[in-house]
């Protein structure tokens, strides 16, 4: 069965520095996988998506993700943290046509 | 465009009583779905429908039902409100299903639900 595992319910960085939020897959194949952030009372936001072309995805406000085979893992990152970045986090896989599994979700913070 | 939309934004109910979500998307989008979230749970899949006149279940359907008798809506009822129904819910729309198009969803704001 596919699924995705996030590995930290939180991340607190400063301002200005790296962010990395982890995330590993489960799938027999190579999966479609995507990142999803929900800020405060807000809906879900697509970030950005892996559909077995280039590896390192580029998103939406600076973010990107690398898909890494060899350690089954799409782990997110941002070079510099801004604080409107605060929010919480979804690796999110697509199971089959139709579905999408999330994760638990990585509250980001981001103090001054 | 107004997007997805849903209503109310905030529910009270007590146990027993029956309500409906209310969805509604002006994207002419095929897919919908509804999710809801729970703290350290993420988002959980009710119900979907690939287009009118089709639902299907997703991974937590027990409780509600659904129909789609147009593009544009997609209510989602609850019959007999348990307090394990209190949750955040999210609508979402997307373009067909069986399509990459499917993967950037479009999610409403979401609506508050607590079952005393």
């Known amino acids: 069965a596919q699924s995705v595992t996030q590995l930290d319910s939180h991340v607190s960085v400063s301002e200005g520095t790296p962010v990395l939020l982890r995330c590993n897959y489960s799938?027999?194949?190579?999966?479609?996988l995507f990142w999803y952030v929900q800020h405060p009372n807000k809906g879900l936001q697509l970030l950005l998506k892996?559909?077995?072309?280039?590896?390192l995805v580029k998103g939406i406000n600076g973010f990107e993700a690398e898909f890494k085979k060899s350690e089954t893992s799409f782990h997110l990152t941002k070079p510099s943290a801004h604080m409107s970045d605060a929010a919480e986090y979804f690796c999110?896989?697509?199971?089959?046509?139709?579905?999408?599994?999330f994760g638990t979700g990585t509250r980001l913070q981001v103090f001054p | 465009n107004a997007g997805v939309t849903q209503t109310p934004k905030f529910q009270v109910l007590k146990t027993g009583q029956s309500m409906t979500l209310q969805c509604a998307q002006d994207?002419?989008?095929?897919?919908m779905s509804w999710y809801r979230q729970d703290p350290g749970m993420g988002l959980r899949l009710i119900h979907y429908?690939?287009?009118?006149?089709?639902?299907d279940q997703g991974e937590v359907p027990n409780g509600y039902n659904v129909s789609r008798s147009t593009t544009e809506d997609f209510p989602l009822r609850l019959l007999s409100a348990a307090p394990s129904q209190t949750s955040v819910y999210f609508c979402?729309?997307?373009?067909?299903?069986?399509?990459?198009?499917?993967?950037?969803?479009?999610f409403g704001p979401g609506t508050r639900l607590t079952v005393l």
């Open positions: 979402a729309s997307s373009h067909p299903a069986g399509t990459e198009l499917t993967d950037t969803q479009y």
């Open positions: 892996y559909t077995s072309a280039a590896t």
């Open positions: 999110v896989v697509r199971v089959n046509t139709d579905k999408l599994i």
């Open positions: 994207m002419n989008h095929e897919y």
């Open positions: 429908s690939v287009g009118a006149g089709i639902t």
């Open positions: 799938s027999s194949y190579s999966p479609s």
